[in-house]
Each structure stands twice: as structure tokens, then as C-alpha cells.
């Protein structure tokens, strides 16, 4: 892949922080379901968002392209001192991480970390389960890309992986339409569907950040033994022992308890929306990218 990007320039000038905020990156607004667990555990952080609205969604963009948007955001992390920055974002995690880390980071940050979404949950899904089949309910995209079936059986090699596409969800979460008939409906579908495919499934991860907004309306029409996960809650529990691990990054990391919100679109748009994911009131600046 070609390590070229286009030049980041901000229409967000004067960013100033204390040291080197945790930078957490999404093509959009589900990012923010990960950060809100980021926050709920490791508050004492700084943390910097960027949602590439502007571009969103990445879901049908080619390996290239993701791998070129999301380098050039993670370069733009750099630029604001962050030492460290996690790719919330399925899609950026499987078609650009690996390249990123190793191809990239030797070369323009050798002292830098990327991480992604995909590895911290795929490497603990598996302790949930006491059959041995666990469900991924997860975007088209990242069910034909098969990322989660292969990676969960890198740990759990005896463990059967079951997934559901449920392409109606991000529409049904993005236009509120949560708590309605018509969500109701397509949850039943495809929850239906998913224990056609596995019904000894007692473990069922929610691998897209949008459905956690959905929580408790799949909660209602899961067994009452099946355990419902979501992905923030795993990356953050990944994250915290990260950090533990590696005390010359977190180190690094400041501790002002602040949290600032970047988007490459309207304002007024992901303040809106940006609230509902994030479960708390939102300000964002833009930022254009070229």
C-alpha cells in the first residue's frame, strides 16, 4: 500500500493541551459509544475525538481508501501530541490497523501507538461463554469480512462463532427511531435468525458501536441465560490493562479529566446526534481535511 496521504489542514486552529490526551478515532458517531466507556472507567484521562463524518461511511470504501483516510487521522492525532490512539472503528480497525502499525509507525512515530477494536474483543469474548457458541450481531460489511470468526478463533480455537447482519440497525439508530415498532421488529428478525444458525448460543457480542443504543430493546427479546455484550465494555477493560502494562505510554498521557470532540461535518449535526451516542451533552469543532 502506498504510505502517501493527502496534507491534514484544520480549520480548528489554536488546540492547545496539557500533555498528550488519548485520541479515539471513528469514521462517525458510534466511536463515542466506546469513548463513553473509555470515560465510565478511565476517567481521569484526557481524551480527543475525531468522527470523519465527512467521509462516513467507510463500511463500503475499498482497502485503500480506508487505510488512506485513516492514516491521514491518525497523523492529525500525532500533530496534537496524543501518544496513543485507538481506532473505534470497525471497519478502520480491519482494513487499516495492521498496515498502519506496521508499515507507518516505524517510519513517522516508532514512539507511538495505534491500536484497534477487533483484537482487545476478540481475545476475551471466548471467557463469557460456557457452551462454547457465542453470536456476533454486526454491519454487513464486518460479517462478510469474516474478521471476527477468525480472530475469535485464534484464542478459542473449540469455539463456534455464529453471525447476523442487521443492516437495519445503524438506519433505525441514526434516525432515533429506538423504542419504536418498527426497531422492534427488525430485532426480533434478526435475533431469530442468529439462534436459527446457534441455538446453544449464550454469549451474544454487539460488534458495531451504533448498538449499544439498542441495548435494552435486545436485552427483552434475548433468553434470560444469554449474556449481552458490548464492544466499549471490552475495549475499555482492554485499554485499563494496556495502560497497566505499558507505563512508558500512559505515562504520556495527560490527566485533566477533559474531554474535546472534533468532526469533519456539521457542528450542529454531531452535537445532535454525537449527545445521543455519547450519553452526554456534546460540543464539537470542525475540521476540514484535504
Known amino acids: 500500500m502506498s504510505n502517501q496521504t493527502s496534507d491534514t489542514r484544520h480549520q480548528a486552529s489554536g488546540i492547545r493541551h496539557d500533555g ?149 440497525w445503524v438506519p433505525i439508530v441514526e434516525n432515533n427511531e429506538i423504542h419504536t415498532q418498527g426497531a422492534n421488529f427488525f430485532i426480533k428478525k434478526n435475533l431469530h435468525a442468529l439462534f436459527q444458525k446457534g441455538p446453544k448460543i449464550d454469549v451474544v457480542l454487539l460488534a458495531c458501536t451504533h448498538y449499544p443504543l439498542l441495548k435494552d430493546d435486545i436485552q427483552e427479546h434475548l433468553p434470560i441465560d444469554v449474556k449481552l455484550v458490548t464492544q466499549g465494555e471490552l475495549v475499555a477493560h482492554s485499554l485499563a490493562g494496556y495502560l497497566n502494562r505499558h507505563p512508558e505510554i500512559e505515562q504520556q498521557c495527560s490527566k485533566n479529566g477533559q474531554q474535546q470532540f472534533f468532526t469533519t461535518d456539521s457542528t450542529e449535526d454531531f452535537d445532535q446526534h454525537g449527545s445521543m451516542f455519547f450519553g452526554a451533552p456534546v460540543k464539537s469543532r470542525y475540521l476540514e481535511l484535504r
Open 20 to 168: 498528550a490526551p488519548i485520541g479515539v478515532f471513528d469514521s462517525g458517531y458510534g466511536g463515542l459509544t466506546v469513548l463513553k466507556e473509555f470515560v465510565s472507567r478511565l476517567p481521569q484521562y484526557d481524551y480527543l475525538y475525531l468522527g470523519d463524518n465527512g467521509r462516513a461511511p467507510y463500511g463500503n470504501r475499498s482497502f485503500e481508501t480506508v487505510y488512506e483516510y485513516t492514516l491521514q487521522c491518525v497523523k492529525w492525532f500525532f500533530e496534537q501530541g496524543c501518544s496513543l490512539v485507538i481506532l473505534a472503528c470497525n471497519t478502520a480497525s480491519a482494513k487499516a490497523l495492521r498496515s498502519i502499525q506496521q508499515n507507518d509507525l516505524p517510519l513517522i512515530a516508532p514512539d507511538k501507538r495505534v491500536l484497534g477494536v477487533i483484537r482487545p474483543t476478540t481475545e476475551i469474548i471466548g471467557n463469557y461463554s460456557e457452551s462454547g457458541e457465542i453470536g456476533i450481531l454486526a454491519t454487513k460489511g464486518t460479517v462478510h469480512s469474516e474478521s471476527y470468526p477468525i480472530e475469535i478463533r485464534k484464542f478459542f480455537p473449540e469455539t463456534s462463532v455464529y453471525q447476523e447482519a442487521c443492516p437495519m
